[in-house]
């Protein structure tokens, strides 16, 4: 019996050493993707982050850097999954829905966008250039009226540009 408790620790130690230096590795990937980003260098970026999330497909900070990465490179599926999986992973993360929201309205599915600033609204309701992004996402729902009355609050919560936006979407001749 000892000698099948020694094997299963050795087992269990070859396993925890495997582990950890796969941990190192994404970890490593992940500050190089950190500094492809800081460079400018977003595709390196972007594949960085994807070598790390592979490694450990349920961290947050590696689903959330490659998230953003493949927004900017407008890979909208990679980006929605990924904000997706951050706001399961996280419920109180803000920024993961302002992602969520942004990827959205890049891949122009405009009601889902409003739906993921809405929740991010909840976690930070005195946020008015949040308030004027589910106003711009409302415009392009064809929900204008709704709108209006969502850069007003944007307005009233000090948001200089939600009049700009006002101004330009508010208009009764604006198509």
Known sequence: MKRYSFLILIIVSLFSVQVSAQSEKAINL???????????????AFDFFNEAVK??????????????????????????????KCTELDVSSKDAFIGLGDAYVDAKKYTEAVTAFEKALILDP???????????????????QDACATFD????????????????????DYK
């Not at 992940?30 to 390196?44: F, L, V």
């Not at 490694?55 to 997706?84: C, E, Q, V, W």
């Open 126 to 144: 005195k946020n008015g250039e949040l308030t004027d992004k589910k106003a711009l996402a409302l415009v392009f729902a064809d929900r204008r």
């Open 55 to 84: 490694l450990s497909p349920n961290t947050f900070p590696f689903l959330y850097n490659r998230g953003t990465t493949a927004l900017m490179l407008h890979k909208d599926s990679i980006a929605i999954a990924d904000f997706k």
């Open 153 to 172: 609050q944007a307005i009233q919560l000090g948001y200089s540009m939600a009049e700009v936006h006002k101004e330009t979407y508010c208009k009764k």
């Open 30 to 44: 992940y500050t190089q993707g950190n500094q492809a980003m800081q460079s400018y260098r977003y595709t390196d």
